[in-house]
Structures are given as C-alpha cells and as structure tokens.
C-alpha cells in the first residue's frame, strides 16, 4: 500500500463526505490536506487492504470533530474582543423591518396573521380564539400563509442556503415586481 494509491482511489470520496459536515469550501480543502498529513503520517499502521477504507473515514470523522472544536474555541476567543452586541430584541426588530414589506405583500388575511404570529409573536392558541376557529385551523392557516411568503421571497431572490438550512447569501433575480400579489 502507497500513499499516492490510497489517495488517488479516496479523495473524491473524502471530500465528498467531508462537503457533507463542512459547507465552507475552503475550509473543506484544508481539513482534507490534514488527513492526508495523517494518513501519510500513519499508514504504516493499517494492517489489511480491506480495512484502508474504514480507517480512512475513521480519521476524517476525527480531523472534523478536531476542526469543530478549534473552530468553537477560535470563536470564543474572539467573542471577548467584540464590542457588546446589540439586544436580541432589538436585532429581531431590525429584522421585522426587513422582512415586513415581503408580509404585508401578501393578501391582508395571511399579512395579518403573519405579523401576529411571527413579528408580534402572539401564541397561535390565543389568535386562534380572537378569530374564532379551532387552534387546528389557524395553524393550517399559518403553514399556508407561510408557503405564500416563501413563494414571495423565493420570486423575488435566488437563495444560497448552507448544509445547515442557513442562507449565506442571494441574488435578487431580474425581474421587476410592481407588486408581490
């Protein structure tokens, strides 16, 4: 067993498996440059062809549990040389702010429903019984007002989402909206 066959035959395989828990690219080549180093480091140790694979993931699954936690240690260090972040509720407002105009886009009985719900956060219990319909219908209500938003948003941007559902980045697309209706 050599290094370069090993490494020829894994790669792809590798980094595939690491682009599963990594979502930055470049952070996904330096974590493979550090099983290679490993792996290089330690061949002389696996003792069968057959168990070259397992043992190969077994130190990609560590070198990403290693990544994870110096990643978790960098970001507490550097935490401590912010400057004070802003109150939680005042970054949910700046963020209603934004997302406000996509609601209020939408026809009046899913645009009230949704400020309640979501930018209010009133319990959907207690709506449910200011309107008068079973807690049941109003959360049918919500998943349906909440479709038409992400319709709204997805008209208007094209999202780049992250491994973890979390978006990254947009592109707004070209077409022009008058109105979201």
């Not at 330096?30 to 057959?50: C, E, G």
């Not at 400020?115 to 309107?131: F, H, M, V, W």
């Not at 979390?166 to 070209?174: G, I, R």
């Not at 022009?176 to 209706?181: A, L, Q, R, V």
């Amino acid at each position: 067993m050599n290094i370069e066959e090993i490494w020829l035959e894994y790669r792809a395989s590798l980094k595939r498996f690491l682009h599963a828990k990594i979502s930055n690219e470049a952070d996904v080549e330096d974590v493979l440059q550090d099983i290679l180093i490993k792996t290089y480091n330690n061949l002389n140790s696996v003792k069968t062809q057959k168990s070259v694979k397992s043992w190969l993931f077994q130190i990609a699954n560590n070198t990403i549990i290693d990544y994870y936690r110096k990643k978790g240690r960098a970001q507490a260090a550097n935490s401590e040389d912010l400057l004070p972040l802003e109150e939680p509720q005042e970054r949910k407002v700046d963020l209603s702010n934004c997302i406000s105009p996509f609601i209020n886009a939408l026809p009046d009985e899913h645009a009230s429903l949704l400020t309640a719900i979501d930018i209010n956060n009133q319990s959907q219990k207690q709506y449910a019984e200011q309107l008068g319909v079973s807690y049941s219908t109003l959360k049918s209500r919500v998943q349906k007002s909440r479709a038409l938003l992400k319709q709204v948003f997805d008209d208007c941007c094209h999202f780049k989402i992250d491994k973890l559902g979390n978006v990254y980045d947009y592109d707004v697309k070209t077409k022009k909206y008058d109105s979201f209706e």
